[in-house]
């Protein structure tokens, strides 16, 4: 970014920082708003998709000839409806795989077959009659079999990236990342303690409220509209025209409110599926998942298996850290959340010697989608854990301990780069002064902490800015609004052209109306899209000042903008009364006509973010059960535009960080089967489960953005998995290396200690 947007350290803001209503609040509380299932288009048919019973088969053939004869019946496809792609971009060919199997099922709902149909009851029954014959082959799903060389392999043509040499002999290792500097064993040869364990976490499901759905109309002409609840539509987009071979301009995408995604709408699923029914039955075709398909068949975050080693001097100081990382990608190579792992796990340390590998290993699971700093709590858990032990281990407290190793600005991260400003240090530090860390415990009670780290992203935005006569302001957005961007980017509006935020309306504009967004992922938005939110509005003052100037008959040059009106820029420039942001609106028709912003750009220098955590929880003795009795977020967020949505955020990530760490886990049987696909077997917590998490904001600017503003929506999942583990350990003497730690785990490890410890007095 160019000098003048660096932030102002001094600048007092007006609109940012403060807490005006959602403006999505109304809609979506009186049922007003439009979700991807309430979609509708003139003569629409109802789309179902068969999908594998099996969790590894080869499809042998389909016939499809009776569901075809079906009255009712419009379109009927299996993958020969979609172009062969076996020899072009390897991660496209997935992506249409995976949405519609080819060659193999890979796992438990891979979907084979899709109808379209006048009703549901019909489609249903056309399901029914397709008949797949397979061939079903040895499944693996857990990640260290999957490794092993007797392990049946998904890809005969698969060989390990990122070994030198490449094998020669295919696996289902499809990367290997390395990431770190130093010598590690050196580091280690000069440790006086040295802790190694090994840890495992299983499979956890955004579990988002709104299923996905989509909407497809396709014309005879090749053209098609597109309506689906996504995190990037753009995306959408892009690859379902690169799968059915359309140009990218002729498929328009409307992205509706999104119930829920975090992380998991981040690719197609269904949208394919309903253009190409929509193209054979030339009518509209409405898909939408029950919650069994979003399960079995939609992204989860990979289970992992993970080994970490660190070593520390007697004093504290930490000599060595390694890790080995390796993660479920399901099918398909290119699991960024192994990639993503190895990079986080130590980053919030100051090492001079580090290294962490992290493998991509396919298995017979649902294709991995992000979940909200993807990878990067499950590598959390184990360094954390690590870290709590060696603290007690030497004696020292483990606040002191962490500060003492923690990054700051100038170290050389983990992951390659050097760290500039910083916000570690002062969560470590907030976290040690906070009441919640002095408070005292009860019974069977222990408390924990965890620091924890995310990269944030920058990318792609564009956005545009329209000023009808009235002085108001519409910002067009491409960026989905999934936690509160709208009310973002209109604040930062106000901001710039000196008004009241309720003079500003943000739309998400559809992908024929606007300039290419990446995806609403990696905490970019508020960052990169208000980036350009702010440079737009900055293009629009340009225009003011020279409609003012033309008015004037000065220079424009000497206009300057100041809270909503066009000065002169000093006494030589004229006595002339201050021209409003309404009055230059309304005389535009005379003036020049319509006066708009605009800007387009790929964001750099998103700033790193870090928060601490500190859990207390009860864990109940003759049962297992754990109960969060206290839970404190500390995070820093360069600058909250909307403290109340940064604190959403935070209570929200550590919510969904509770989950995973005690209830949530997918279950396999020896079948390959999912056996608990459903809200009612998969627990997610409920506000009965919670105490009111309690979170601190502070703000280290970020000297990337024009605010100091730091993405904010990842980093607050980090430290929840680690924090109870190390809270759970505090209270029963107890180290869990597994997640979840259900009820009937923690029991075992209860009962096994104590057993261990009768043993070793008798």
């Given at each position: 970014?160019?000098?003048?947007?660096?932030?102002?350290?001094?600048?007092?803001?007006?609109?940012?920082?403060?807490?005006?209503?959602?403006?999505?609040?109304?809609?979506?509380?009186?049922?007003?708003?439009?979700?991807?299932?309430?979609?509708?288009?003139?003569?629409?048919?109802?789309?179902?998709?068969?999908?594998?019973?099996?969790?590894?088969?080869?499809?042998?053939?389909?016939?499809?000839?009776?569901?075809?004869?079906?009255?009712?019946?419009?379109?009927?496809?299996?993958?020969?409806?979609?172009?062969?792609?076996?020899?072009?971009?390897?991660?496209?060919?997935d992506t249409m795989c995976n949405i519609m199997a080819r060659e193999k099922a890979f796992y438990e709902g891979h979907a084979v077959a899709a109808v379209a149909a006048t009703t549901a009851a019909i489609a249903r029954a056309a399901l029914k009659l397709i008949k797949v014959d397979y061939d079903v082959l040895p499944h693996v799903t857990d990640v260290d079999e999957a490794m092993s060389p007797k392990a049946p392999v998904l890809h005969a043509k698969m060989f390990t990236d990122g070994?030198?040499?490449?094998?020669?002999?295919?696996?289902?290792?499809?990367?290997?990342?390395?990431?770190?500097?130093?010598?590690?064993?050196?580091?280690?040869?000069?440790?006086?303690?040295?802790?190694?364990?090994?840890?495992?976490?299983?499979?956890?499901?955004?579990?988002?409220?709104?299923?996905?759905?989509?909407?497809?109309?396709?014309?005879?002409?090749?053209?098609?509209?597109?309506?689906?609840?996504?995190?990037?539509?753009?995306?959408?987009?892009?690859?379902?025209?690169?799968?059915?071979?359309?140009?990218?301009?002729?498929?328009?995408?409307?992205?509706?409110?999104?119930?829920?995604?975090?992380?998991?709408?981040?690719?197609?699923?269904?949208?394919?599926?309903?253009?190409?029914?929509?193209?054979?039955?030339?009518?509209?075709?409405?898909?939408?998942?029950?919650?069994?398909?979003?399960?079995?068949?939609?992204?989860?975050?990979?289970?992992?298996?993970?080994?970490?080693?660190?070593?520390?001097?007697?004093?504290?100081?930490?000599?060595?850290?390694?890790?080995?990382?390796?993660?479920?990608?399901?099918?398909?190579?290119?699991?960024?959340?192994?990639?993503?792992?190895?990079?986080?796990?130590?980053?919030?340390?100051?090492?001079?010697?580090?290294r962490a590998v992290g493998y991509d290993v396919v298995c017979n699971r649902p294709k991995t989608i992000s979940y909200r700093a993807p990878g990067a709590p499950m590598a959390n858990f184990a360094v954390e854990s690590v870290i709590e032990e060696l603290a007690h281990k030497l004696g020292m407290a483990p606040i002191d301990f962490r500060i003492k190793n923690a990054a700051r600005e100038g170290t050389k991260s983990s992951y390659g780069p050097v760290y500039g400003p910083i916000g570690l240090g002062p969560t470590l530090d907030a976290a040690k002064n906070h009441p919640h860390f002095k408070a005292p415990l009860g019974p069977n009670q222990g408390r924990g902490m965890a620091a924890g780290f995310w990269f944030n992203f920058g990318g792609q935005s564009c956005v545009s800015l329209n000023i009808p006569i009235d002085g108001t302001i519409t910002v067009s957005v491409g960026s989905p609004d999934i936690g509160g961007s709208r009310a973002s980017m209109c604040m930062?509006?106000?901001?710039?052209?000196?008004?009241?935020?309720?003079?500003?309306?943000?739309?998400?504009?559809?992908?024929?109306?606007?300039?290419?967004?990446?995806?609403?992922?990696?905490?970019?938005?508020?960052?990169?899209?208000?980036?350009?939110?702010?440079?737009?509005?900055?293009?629009?003052?340009?225009?003011?000042?020279?409609?003012?100037?033309?008015?004037?008959?000065?220079?424009?040059?000497?206009?300057?903008?100041?809270?909503?009106?066009?000065?002169?820029?000093?006494?030589?420039?004229?006595?002339?009364?201050?021209?409003?942001?309404?009055?230059?609106?309304?005389?535009?028709?005379?003036?020049?006509?319509?006066?708009?912003?605009?800007?387009?750009?790929?964001?750099?220098?998103?700033?790193?973010?870090?928060?601490?955590?500190?859990?207390?929880?009860?864990?109940?003795?003759?049962?297992?059960?754990?109960?969060?009795?206290?839970?404190?977020?500390?995070?820093?967020?360069?600058?909250?535009?909307?403290?109340?949505?940064?604190?959403?955020?935070?209570?929200?990530?550590?919510?969904?960080?509770?989950?995973?760490?005690?209830?949530?886990?997918?279950?396999?049987?020896?079948?390959?089967?999912?056996?608990?696909?459903?809200?009612?077997?998969?627990?997610?917590?409920?506000?009965?489960?919670?105490?009111?998490?309690?979170?601190?904001?502070?703000?280290?600017?970020?000297?990337?953005?024009?605010?100091?503003?730091?993405?904010?929506?990842?980093?607050?999942?980090?430290?929840?998995?680690?924090?109870?583990?190390?809270?759970?350990?505090?209270?029963?003497?107890?180290?869990?290396?597994?997640?979840?730690?259900?009820?009937?785990?923690?029991?075992?490890?209860?009962?096994?200690?104590?057993?261990?410890?009768?043993?070793?007095?008798?």
């Open positions: 970014m160019p000098l003048d947007n660096a932030p102002d350290s001094k600048r007092k803001f007006n609109v940012v920082g403060s807490r005006p209503l959602r403006p999505d609040g109304i809609d979506k509380v009186t049922g007003r708003a439009k979700f991807g299932a309430d979609a509708s288009a003139p003569g629409q048919l109802v789309g179902r998709i068969l999908r594998s019973p099996h969790a590894h088969a080869k499809i042998k053939s389909i016939d499809t000839s009776k569901a075809e004869k079906l009255a009712g019946v419009k379109a009927v496809i299996t993958r020969d409806d979609f172009p062969d792609k076996t020899d072009g971009d390897s991660g496209l060919y070994v030198d040499p490449k094998p020669k002999k295919s696996s289902n290792v499809a990367r290997r990342f390395e990431f770190g500097h130093g010598d590690v064993e050196a580091g280690f040869a000069k440790a006086d303690i040295i802790v190694e364990r090994s840890f495992k976490t299983e499979s956890t499901h955004q579990g988002y409220i709104e299923p996905h759905a989509a909407l497809a109309s396709m014309s005879p002409d090749g053209s098609a509209e597109l309506w689906c609840c996504t995190q990037g539509h753009y995306m959408v987009r892009d690859v379902c025209a690169r799968i059915l071979g359309i140009d990218i301009s002729r498929l328009r995408v409307t992205q509706s409110e999104i119930g829920g995604g975090f992380g998991g709408k981040t690719t197609v699923f269904i949208e394919p599926v309903a253009l190409a029914l929509s193209r054979k039955a030339n009518r509209p075709v409405k898909v939408v998942m029950t919650r069994d398909e979003v399960f079995k068949a939609t992204g989860p975050t990979s289970a992992t298996s993970m080994d970490i080693k660190i070593g520390v001097t007697k004093d504290g100081l930490i000599t060595a850290a390694d890790g080995a990382f390796r993660y479920t990608g399901g099918p398909f190579a290119g699991c960024s959340p192994a990639e993503f792992g190895a990079m986080s796990a130590f980053a919030q340390f100051h090492l001079d010697n580090v930062m509006v106000a901001e710039e052209m000196g008004i009241g935020y309720e003079h500003v309306r943000a739309i998400i504009a559809d992908t024929s109306s606007l300039g290419h967004n990446d995806v609403t992922d990696g905490s970019r938005t508020t960052f990169a899209t208000g980036m350009a939110c702010i440079l737009a509005a900055r293009d629009a003052i340009k225009k003011l000042c020279a409609r003012a100037a033309a008015t004037w008959g000065i220079p424009e040059d000497a206009v300057t903008w100041e809270k909503g009106y066009a000065k002169p820029a000093g006494a030589n420039a004229g006595n002339f009364a201050p021209l409003s942001l309404k009055e230059i609106a309304a005389a535009s028709p005379g003036t020049g006509g319509p006066i708009a912003g605009h800007h387009e750009f790929s964001a750099d220098g998103a700033g790193v973010s870090f928060a601490t955590h500190i859990c207390d929880v009860e864990v109940d003795p003759e049962t297992g059960g754990t109960k969060i009795v206290r839970y404190t977020v500390i995070q820093d967020a360069g600058k909250a535009v909307h403290p109340s949505y940064v604190e959403g955020q935070f209570q929200g990530g550590a919510v969904q960080g509770i989950g995973w760490a005690l209830n949530e886990e997918y279950i396999y049987g020896k079948d390959g089967r999912l056996q608990n696909a459903g809200f009612l077997d998969y627990r997610i917590p409920v506000c009965s489960d919670l105490p009111m998490i309690d979170t601190q904001i502070l703000e280290i600017p970020n000297p990337g953005h024009p605010y100091g503003v730091r993405g904010v929506g990842e980093t607050s999942i980090v430290p929840p998995l680690a924090a109870i583990a190390n809270a759970v350990a505090a209270a029963t003497g107890v180290r869990f290396t597994q997640l979840p730690m259900s009820p009937p785990r923690v029991l075992k490890g209860i009962e096994d200690a104590k057993a261990a410890k009768g043993k070793k007095a008798a």
